[in-house]
């Protein structure tokens, strides 16, 4: 059985840095891509990046290009999102998801919150 588990969110000003983590269980994680999503209030869930899964790989939504980075580790199945220069449109919960090569996202993390301040 799949397990994503995500932490690193919190509070944090305009401007300022988090580091997601999503630790995976359950999986062959080679053979896995891992994505970040996020869903605002009100507002429809939406890709943020992803990564293949050897790390070479990466993809970003434009809204994030350059300010955030995508990250893996695994002997850790370990996933991570380095976020900086972070805004306040970027509040939303943020979850990790994994997909096998050609397959859709089908297994899920339960989500952290992240809010940032003006």
């Known amino acids: 059985q799949v397990q994503l588990v995500e932490s690193g969110g919190g509070l944090v000003q305009a401007g300022g840095s988090l580091r997601l983590s999503c630790a995976a269980s359950?999986?062959?994680?080679?053979?896995?891509?891992m994505g970040w999503f996020r869903q605002a209030p009100g507002k429809e869930r939406e890709f943020v990046a992803a990564?293949?899964?050897?790390?070479?790989?990466?993809y970003y939504a434009d809204s994030v290009k350059g300010r955030f980075t995508i990250s893996r580790d695994n002997t850790k199945k370990m996933a991570y999102l380095q976020m900086n220069t972070l805004k306040p449109e970027d509040t939303a919960v943020y979850y990790c998801a994994a997909r096998l090569a050609g397959g859709k996202y089908e297994d899920w993390g339960q989500g952290t919150q992240v809010t940032v301040s003006s």
């Open positions: 359950g999986l062959t994680f080679t053979s896995y891509s």
């Open positions: 990564i293949g899964w050897s790390g070479g790989s990466t």
